[in-house]
């Protein structure tokens, strides 16, 4: 009885799995036989409105912008200071980021721990960060909670209670963070890259030693801020739904009495690329790390936006012709990618991958050869057209986001660009040809401004490189 009951159930499985493969190799068939017909051609992008934004300006300088924007009740801050790594002193880097680091650790009246408990109840976080030209403060919160929020966030920022309990646990996570740092191959070929572009410039310095490190004091720290941090060097963005009378009151109250500080200041890189090859050893490495990169616009720059469809057709999108070559084609790498490093004034087109250590004199030569098939080859309509559909709706989703458009309003401003930029930047990247992606390689992506590093086994990889040392 009970081997046939056996049988009956399995039986009815059979059915019902063989009823599934049927099914599965039907859509399967669809699906084939789907594939051989052409999808249909994308239309022309559709021009992008950027939300209205309200501009204000404190009697002690700070700029305030305010954009209500989205239905979700939630509001974003971001509260820009415009000082960074470029202000570390010569051999303290690193003080900027320890300064930035503290400011969450809690105020004359309130602890770390009130801090992040007052944001969690608030339904948000808060966030600090320092970059090498500014710092960001910055958070997102339920919207009934805005001017509560904006009170905390500026007791953060004008109170902080710089202790030296919390200077040494910071110091403590920096040098583990710094040890960890140089056994990362694509750690060591970016410093080293940045390093011999930015030869004796802030920017050409990532990382502080760790001498540096441990050569921090308490009152460095309060120095740096007290020399840095004021209302004439910072812009506050509020994004999202807020009630806006009720803020620009919080506003007025909570930094109405911030001191002005010294005003903005640049300092923008003025050395001369020439072609280079730097090699770093790292014995027995079964992969090399590549980065070859040359001068390139910034955004500010009239080239921009004819550069970076370029940029995105070339290497810097997952379909791009490097990643197709060297991922797709030759199987040298897993993820090459291309990017744009930018600052005030300043600009590289870099390309960086993780090769098979046996291929790494060949993916540099693919890669120079896909940047010279793009400077002899006009690139098809098709192709081109591909590449804008697909750049304008990653800018129209990036932009969806609160902190999207304060990452748009913030960039605007941090390159001195008036609003033109952002009105016209889908126009301007939809009325690029392909002439103009001709002419951008051969203006740009000359390799006589070539920079190369290669982390890797140099006793394996030594010989592959010969041809690009000059």
């Not at 004439?232 to 930094?255: C, M, P, R």
């Not at 490093?341 to 390309?351: A, L, S």
């Not at 660009?417 to 889908?426: C, F, G, L, Q």
Request: aromatic share 10%.
């Amino acid at each position: 009885m009970e081997n046939g009951k056996w049988k009956m159930e399995n039986k009815g499985i059979f059915k019902k799995a063989l009823w599934l493969c049927v099914v599965v190799m039907s859509l399967f068939s669809v699906g084939v036989f789907a594939q051989k017909e052409k999808p249909p051609v994308g239309g022309q992008p559709k021009p992008f409105v950027f939300p209205a934004q309200e501009n204000m300006t404190l009697p002690n300088g700070m700029k305030v912008t305010l954009v209500q924007y989205g239905s979700v009740p939630k509001v974003a801050f971001q509260a820009t200071i415009y000082t960074g790594t470029k202000d570390d002193a010569k051999g303290k880097k690193g003080v900027s980021d320890t300064v930035a680091q503290m400011l969450k650790e809690g105020t004359k009246t309130r602890s770390a721990g009130q801090i992040a408990r007052e944001t969690a109840e608030m339904g948000g976080y808060l966030n600090v960060g320092a970059g090498t030209d500014s710092t960001n403060i910055s958070g997102e919160v339920l919207s009934e909670f805005d001017v509560k929020f904006l009170d905390l966030m500026a007791d953060v920022m004008l109170n902080p209670n710089f202790k030296a309990d919390d200077l040494e646990r910071i110091r403590a996570n920096k040098l583990r963070q710094l040890a960890l740092a140089k056994t990362q191959a694509g750690t060591l070929a970016w410093e080293k890259f940045r390093a011999t572009i930015f030869a004796n410039h802030p920017y050409g310095q990532i990382n502080p030693t760790e001498d540096e490190v441990k050569g921090y004091t308490l009152d460095e720290v309060k120095s740096f801020y007290n020399a840095n941090y004021g209302a004439a060097k910072t812009h506050l963005y509020i994004v999202g739904q807020f009630n806006a009378s009720a803020i620009k009151d919080a506003i007025g109250k909570a930094f109405a009495g911030w001191q002005k500080g010294t005003p903005l200041t640049r300092n923008a890189p003025t050395g001369t690329a020439k072609n280079s090859l730097a090699k770093i050893d790292r014995p027995d490495a079964p992969q090399s790390t590549i980065y070859l990169g040359m001068p390139a616009p910034n955004p500010a720059d009239a080239d921009f936006a004819k550069f970076v469809v370029m940029d995105s057709l070339l290497g810097g999108s997952f379909g791009s012709r490097i990643t197709a070559n060297i991922r797709e084609n030759k199987g040298y790498t897993y993820s090459p990618n291309s990017f744009l490093w930018n600052r005030y004034k300043t600009g590289y087109w870099i390309e960086n991958a993780d090769v098979t250590t046996e291929s790494t004199g060949a993916s540099i030569k693919e890669i120079l050869y896909e940047i010279n098939r793009l400077k002899s080859e006009p690139v098809t309509e098709a192709e081109l057209q591909g590449i804008k559909n697909y750049m304008v709706g990653l800018y129209v989703l990036q932009n969806s986001t609160r902190f999207g458009v304060i990452n748009q309003l913030e960039t605007m401003n941090y390159y001195e660009m008036d609003k033109s930029y952002i009105d016209n930047y889908v126009k301007k990247i939809v009325a690029v040809n392909a002439k103009d992606i001709q002419d951008m390689a051969k203006k740009y992506l000359t390799e006589d401004k070539m920079t190369i590093v290669v982390v890797g086994d140099l006793k394996k990889i030594n010989d592959q490189l010969k041809p690009y040392e000059k």
